[in-house]
């Protein structure tokens, strides 16, 4: 079992949808857990941390569930701008692993 | 400007040469690290380094070396010895306690011949 997983997709959704992926991880020992953005070709960039309480940035809202080990991205009003490939990230003390990403497309 | 920088952009080596990746960051982050990913797989840890001169194998050393004698620094060499180098390289940072996130240089994409 991997210790991040993801659902490759992909999500194929219509402008101004809301979209939701879900991330799980094993280690329970994990820290700290984030959301980071790959668009085609290009490096990974950190999108928002996650955390207990909920993090909202924007249109984008992170959840972490600690009980269930898993963690949320949701994205409101979808933009065609927000095509890309999500990927989560679970860290301990010193690595960060990551899952094979969600890919997002958005249909005009 | 603060970021990571990482050189060449694309790199083309002959099979049995050994490369070296450059990974440069003004950050001031104590953290580096290094990925491979592959189309599908994810990324995967190849070498970490918490603070200059000590530097740890990840999941997919082999045929991998590093270096950390500078902090802003932490070169990749990929050697003969790696059986499919072909793959997109990534270099990250990040302060020590992994509680924020790391940051990723624009990656190098290296094809073997």
């Not at chain 1, 990974?44 to 955390?51: A, D, F, G, H, R």
Request: aromatic share 12%.
């Amino acid at each position: 079992r991997k210790e991040v997983e993801q659902d490759p997709g992909p999500f194929n959704v219509p402008e101004g949808a809301t979209v939701a992926f879900n991330c799980t991880y094993s280690n329970s020992a994990s820290q700290s857990f984030f959301w980071y953005r790959q668009d085609c070709r290009k490096e990974p960039k950190l999108l928002m941390s996650v955390y207990s309480s909920g993090n909202e940035d924007g249109r984008f809202t992170a959840q972490l569930n600690r009980a269930s080990q898993y963690i949320s991205l949701l994205i409101r009003d979808s933009k065609l701008s927000d095509s890309a490939t999500y990927l989560c990230s679970a860290s301990g003390t010193y690595k960060y692993i990551f899952g094979t990403g969600t890919r997002l497309k958005v249909l005009a | 400007d603060g970021g990571i920088t990482q050189s060449p952009k694309y790199l083309f080596r002959k099979e049995g040469q050994n490369v070296t990746l450059s990974c440069e960051q003004n950050l001031n982050h104590d953290a580096m690290y290094w990925y491979r990913q592959d189309p599908g797989q994810g990324l995967r840890l190849i070498y970490y380094s918490q603070i200059v001169n000590d530097f740890q194998k990840g999941d997919i050393a082999e045929g991998y070396s590093v270096s950390r004698e500078k902090k802003e620094s932490f070169p990749l060499t990929v050697t003969s010895a790696q059986k499919n180098p072909t793959a997109f390289y990534l270099c990250a940072s990040s302060g020590l306690a992994a509680t924020h996130g790391q940051f990723f240089g624009p990656g190098t994409r290296l094809t073997v011949l």
